[in-house]
């Protein structure tokens, strides 16, 4: 079955740096358009970023410059460099695939951005 494992989230103070890892299987992941989501305390999920399948990569307009999307076929993972974080970057992050007609969900790594 389709399986996503987010992993890297941790406490970082204002200006700090993460790497997001979304560790995948169950599917073809060469295939397939791999997306970050990010959903903050009461507020509602937001895309963040996503490669697709063809190479193409979309990084949502706030965070441009300080996060980068990238992915390992061979690995079957897509990671999430994230520099000069912000406390508005706090957030559970999430890895998204959507596949043979349904949408998958990882459990989430939590950012926190606070000094």
Same mark, same amino acid.
């Given at each position: 079955?389709?399986?996503? #494992?987010?992993?890297?989230?941790? !406490?970082?103070?204002?200006? &700090?740096?993460?790497?997001?890892?979304?560790?995948?299987?169950? !599917?073809?992941?060469?295939?397939?358009?791999?997306?970050?989501?990010?959903?903050? =305390? &009461?507020?509602?999920?937001?895309? #963040?970023?996503?490669?697709?399948?063809?190479?193409?990569?979309? #990084?949502?307009?706030? #965070?441009?410059?300080?996060?980068?999307?990238?992915?390992?076929?061979?690995? $079957?993972? @897509?990671?999430?460099?994230?520099?000069?974080?912000? =406390?508005?970057?706090?957030?559970?992050?999430?890895? $998204? @695939?959507?596949?043979?007609?349904?949408?998958?969900?990882?459990?989430?790594?939590? @950012?926190? @951005?606070?000094?």
């Amino acid at each position: 079955q389709v399986q996503l #494992v987010e992993s890297g989230g941790d !406490f970082v103070e204002p200006g &700090g740096s993460l790497r997001l890892s979304c560790a995948t299987s169950g !599917f073809t992941f060469s295939a397939n358009t791999i997306s970050w989501y990010r959903q903050a =305390p &009461g507020k509602q999920r937001e895309l #963040v970023a996503l490669h697709s399948h063809t190479g193409g990569t979309y #990084v949502k307009d706030s #965070v441009k410059g300080r996060f980068s999307i990238s992915r390992d076929n061979a690995k $079957n993972t @897509v990671n999430l460099q994230m520099s000069s974080l912000e =406390p508005e970057d706090t957030a559970m992050y999430y890895c $998204n @695939v959507f596949v043979d007609g349904s949408n998958y969900w990882g459990q989430g790594t939590q @950012v926190t @951005v606070s000094s």
